[in-house]
């Protein structure tokens, strides 16, 4: 991903009604707090920073203990997506499961719980931007997929697995596994249900739909009758 020096690389925890916001400080290559804005105006102070299509923003992404995306999950992706179409520069998620109670942890017997509840939207989007910062090889970033309309009649199936790839057909016994934000996204907003977990698959299915690059990533333990790589 390479050096960040010389540009603009903000962090943000998305909430439903406040955003933390943060910074990466170049001289000192260090995130620091910035502010806590309204959700609603998350977008119009993103703009207003006048950021450059090689500048960078890391959205904290929202999943579960269990590693299941959520309602939260898709409202953080949806925000960025805006985020994206409207300013052009790179967003990238990161994981931010325990992000706030490892920022309890840090300041533990030094900050009182109270001053750490104030501020913790900003500080929990300093520990997404330090983990970006630290790690951006575990970032995901967010990018438009393409959308294949197939036209093949699927009635004949009884259990169809899509992996990972965009379609728009008629779905009737289809599953869907969804790491990419993007995809969750896509069939979230039409109201089909995905997963990231292998464990919430069968073992079997009469078909697999996924893309060419994600053949490989497909667990050797789940069968199938045919394998269709778009």
């Known amino acids: 991903m ?9 962090g943000v925890d998305y909430g439903t009604r406040k955003c933390g916001i943060a910074f990466l400080k170049q001289d000192i290559n260090i995130p620091l707090p910035k502010e806590t804005i309204q959700s609603e105006k998350l ?7 006048d950021l450059s299509h090689d500048d960078l923003i890391v959205f904290g992404l929202p999943i579960s203990m269990s590693g299941r995306y959520s309602k939260q999950s898709f409202l953080s992706i949806d925000e960025a997506i805006r985020v994206k179409e409207r300013i052009g520069c790179k967003i990238y998620f990161v994981d931010e499961r325990l992000t706030t109670s490892s920022l309890y942890s840090e300041v533990r017997g030094q900050v009182s719980y109270k001053k ?3 501020t913790k939207d900003q500080n ?8 970006f910062i630290q790690s951006p090889g575990k970032a995901i970033a967010l990018a438009e997929k393409e959308v294949y309309n197939l036209k093949k009649d699927f009635s ?4 169809v697995l899509i992996w990972d790839v965009l379609i728009n057909n008629e779905f009737e016994n289809f599953s869907f596994f969804a790491k990419d934000p993007w995809i969750f996204w896509y069939y979230y907003k039409k109201g089909f249900k995905s997963t990231t977990l292998i464990s919430d698959l069968k073992d079997y299915y009469d078909l697999i739909i ?3 690059e994600n053949r490989e990533k ?9 394998l269709m790589c778009l």
């Open 124 to 131: 929990s989007s300093v520990l997404i931007l330090s983990n």
């Open 2 to 10: 390479g050096t960040f020096k010389n540009l603009k690389v903000y």
């Open 156 to 159: 004949s199936y009884k259990d």
């Open 116 to 118: 750490v509840k104030k």
């Open 218 to 226: 497909i667990q050797v333990n789940i069968n199938c009758k045919e």
């Open 210 to 212: 996924t893309t060419k």
């Open 43 to 49: 977008l119009e102070y993103l703009i207003s920073l």
